[in-house]
T-cell receptor, first 117, second 115 residues
Framework: AQKVTQAQTEISVVEKEDVTLDCVYE???????LFWYKQPPSGELVFLIR??????QNEISGRYSWNFQKSTSSFNFTITASQVVDSAVYFC??????????????FGTGTQLKVEL | EAQVTQNPRYLITVTGKKLTVTCSQN?????MSWYRQDPGLGLRQIYY???????DKGDVPEGYKVSRKEKRNFPLILESPSPNQTSLYFC??????????????FGEGSWLTVV
């Protein structure tokens, strides 16, 4: 069965520090997608990235970068030069091609990131 | 504007009083789904629908019902709410049900408290 583990429950950093949020997944499928979402205190889910299982290239978007490694089943998220506005809960999620539930997302338990001045 | 709209956004209700959380999407999506979010558990799927009149249980369906009579609407029904259903609920939709790379659109969430 699919599973997503975010072992870091809470991380606190000082502004301008770099921070990496870990995500480890389990799946039997060869075709799957990985996602990251941000949930600010207001509660909505903000889509950050989608990555398919055949594309292991790292991605950078501004201060955000993602490291996808199939060999270790990890999809880690790094924020460079963190800012207070980055404070949120971050979720990693997995979607598989041939598992019941349609386009079901299996979420990790989330990492609460606190960025302080 | 592409939207998934949930109502109510905030609700405090009493144990046993039936309630419905509505969900509507304006993108002609086939697939719709409900999740609940609880501290330390992340989001878990409650029910999903592949298309009109096609619904199925997710991982945590107990205590909930759904219906899909129209493509755009997918209400979540709590026939007899209990305090353990206090949670943040999200409705989601995507174009088709079987492509895992579909963009998934989430509603803004409904905060439900059962006392």
């Amino acid at each position: 069965a699919q599973k997503v583990t975010q072992a870091q429950t809470e991380i606190s950093v000082v502004e301008k520090e770099d921070v990496t949020l870990d995500c480890v997944y389990e799946t039997r499928d060869t075709t799957y997608y990985l996602f990251w979402y941000k949930q600010p205190p207001s509660g909505e889910l903000v889509f950050l990235i989608r990555r398919n299982s055949f594309d292991e290239q790292n991605e950078i978007s501004g201060r955000y970068s993602w490291n996808f490694q199939k060999s270790t089943s990890s999809f880690n998220f790094t924020i460079t030069a963190s800012q207070v506005v980055d404070s949120a809960v971050y979720f990693c999620a997995l979607s598989e091609a041939f598992t019941g539930g349609g386009n079901k997302l299996t979420f990790g338990t989330g990492t609460q990131l606190k960025v302080e001045l | 504007e592409a939207q998934v709209t949930q109502n109510p956004r905030y609700l405090i209700t009493v144990t046993g009083k039936k309630l419905t959380v509505t969900c509507s999407q304006n993108m002609n999506h086939e697939y719709m789904s409900w999740y609940r979010q609880d501290p330390g558990l992340g989001l878990r799927q409650i029910y999903y629908s592949m298309n009109v009149e096609v619904t199925d249980k997710g991982d945590v369906p107990e205590g909930y019902k759904v219906s899909r009579k129209e493509k755009r609407n997918f209400p979540l029904i709590l026939e007899s709410p209990s305090p353990n259903q206090t949670s943040l609920y999200f409705c989601a939709s995507s174009l088709t049900p079987v492509f895992p790379g579909n963009t998934i659109y989430f509603g803004e969430g409904s905060w439900l408290t059962v006392v």
